[in-house]
């Protein structure tokens, strides 16, 4: 571990404390993840259920296992270095997230999911901490939960942090499937729009009720655990009615309100798989998906740019896994133009040099042209509109659909602020695991 120069500490979690580190031999900056406890075999460490996960996950948004380092019976995970996760974004934010930008992170986080569910894993503790975001790529971290779908129930009661906790591991079933996944999506979907989460449970049997009060009681049939469940027995859950979820994410568009209630089924069997929810008209902008990073208002990319940015446009960045095909549109500091020709346009009375990718010539209907010409003498100047298609109008200005102001709604049916009293202590909870133990299966 000497080529690792630590810099500072990124996070202390159940199971270990995580770096952020520098390498001095390839002059990386990584994330290094040390272990609480102690591995004496090589084995031990290889049979990590996060070890095991990661060797054969290999995908861009799930974030990548560089490296295992085992040095006196401590045991490392390198990690390549992602800047923030997304519970840090949500509570740094003035304000709220687009649609456009919630689709992206959905889209990117059901990617990751499906090919981890396709691989035979499910993650078990989803929730904004553990998704990782570095300039609009998100992906997928923290896999000590890791499990293979193979595996034999019973599983562990203690299953993923609670307010992201779907009901049948609540009700202690022993027999959950990936769909435990696509509630905390679901969950963790809602909470994108308001920066609250929708199901901030105070203890167990708090949570039921707090999804109850969502969702409305069940139909205790379907789910034959919560017969079981004795300190259910004092709670009339059945005079809790629905709220509708509309009304608690009053920002959101018909198609995300639907898509929340898809994957915050009670039943595990209506939830739509990964592969599924992609398809959701959630995701119909357009025929085409927008990659990471594309769908930010120019006005954060210059904040990140820092005063003097020169421009440059690598209008394609398509990602060489055969499922990953979506349109990449990245702002750099340095100028390079290998993939591109300057051409010369002077439709709009003045003179003006554009940048054209010419892969784009065979579909006029995702062309996007980019002033070089600016009249800050920044070189930054906003796509010249007439050329954007609708998917652009989309990642550019934001949904053409009008929405409400966001804002916690404290009435309308719902009364999150009765229903929610721990809002302001969530830093607080979320550092503090209510699972302690179990997370070693
Ligand atoms: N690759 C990474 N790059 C940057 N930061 C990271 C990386 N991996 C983890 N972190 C930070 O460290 C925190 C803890 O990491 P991780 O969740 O993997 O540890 P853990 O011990 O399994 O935690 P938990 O108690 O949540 O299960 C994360 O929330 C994240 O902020």
Redesign the pocket.
């Known amino acids: 571990m000497e080529r690792y120069k630590i810099l500072e500490e ?7 404390s ?1 770096f ?1 580190a520098f390498n001095t031999e390839t002059f990386e900056i990584v ?1 290094v ?1 040390k272990m609480k406890r102690k591995f004496y075999f090589w084995e031990e460490c290889m049979n990590l259920g996060e070890v095991k996960a990661l060797r054969k996950l290999n995908h861009p948004n799930i ?1 990548k296992l560089k490296e295992v380092v085992r040095e006196n019976n401590e045991l490392f995970f390198i ?5 923030h ?1 997304l519970y ?1 974004i949500m509570r740094e934010r003035q304000r709220p997230f687009s649609e456009g930008e919630i689709r992206s992170f959905m889209s990117q986080m059901l990617q990751g999911l499906a090919h981890m569910h396709r691989h035979g894993y499910f993650h078990r ?1 989803l929730k904004p ?2 998704l ?1 975001v570095t300039k609009d790529v998100l992906k997928i ?2 896999f ?2 890791a499990r293979e779908v193979s595996s034999m129930p019973p599983y562990t009661e203690y299953v993923s942090t609670r307010w992201y906790r779907a009901p049948e591991v609540l009700l202690q079933s022993s027999s959950y499937t990936p769909a435990i996944d696509m509630w905390a999506v679901g969950a963790i979907l809602a909470e994108l729009f308001t920066s609250y989460p929708i199901f901030p449970g105070e203890s167990e049997i708090d949570q039921l009720y707090k999804i109850c009060c969502v969702l409305g009681a069940p139909d205790w049939t379907s789910l034959p655990e919560a017969t079981n469940i004795s300190r259910l027995i004092n709670i009339s859950y059945s005079e809790i009615l629905p709220t509708n979820i509309s009304d608690i994410i009053p920002n959101a568009s018909s198609e995300a309100v639907d898509l929340v209630m898809q994957l915050c089924s009670w039943d595990p069997l209506r939830r739509p798989t990964a592969d599924q929810a992609l398809q959701h008209p959630f995701f119909n902008v357009h025929a085409c998906v927008p990659h990471p990073l594309l769908y930010d208002p120019l006005e954060l990319r210059l904040n990140n740019m820092g005063m003097e940015p020169n421009l440059e446009l690598n209008l394609w960045d398509f990602d060489t896994e055969p499922d990953d095909c979506f349109l990449g549109l990245t702002l750099a500091v340095k100028p390079s133009v290998s993939n591109l020709e300057v051409v010369h346009n002077a439709s709009q009375g003045t003179e003006e040099d554009i940048l054209f990718c010419p892969r784009l010539k065979d579909h006029p209907e995702q062309s996007v042209f980019w002033s070089l010409l600016t009249p800050g003498q920044n070189g930054i100047h906003p796509p010249v509109e007439s050329t954007l298609s609708f998917p652009f109008r989309e990642i550019f200005h934001g949904s053409s659909i009008q929405h409400p102001p966001i804002g916690v709604p404290q009435s309308a049916g719902f009364a999150m602020a009765s229903l929610q009293p721990n809002l302001l202590e969530r830093q607080l909870l979320a550092v503090s ?1 209510p699972f302690q133990q179990g ?1 070693y299966l």
Not at 11 to 16: A, I, L, Q, R, V
Not at 79 to 83: D, L, N, P, V, W
């Open positions: 990124l996070g202390d979690g159940t199971c270990g995580v952020k994330a993840k974030v990690f390549e270095y992602m800047e996760n840090q503790d901490e553990n990782l971290a923290d000590g939960l695991s997370h």
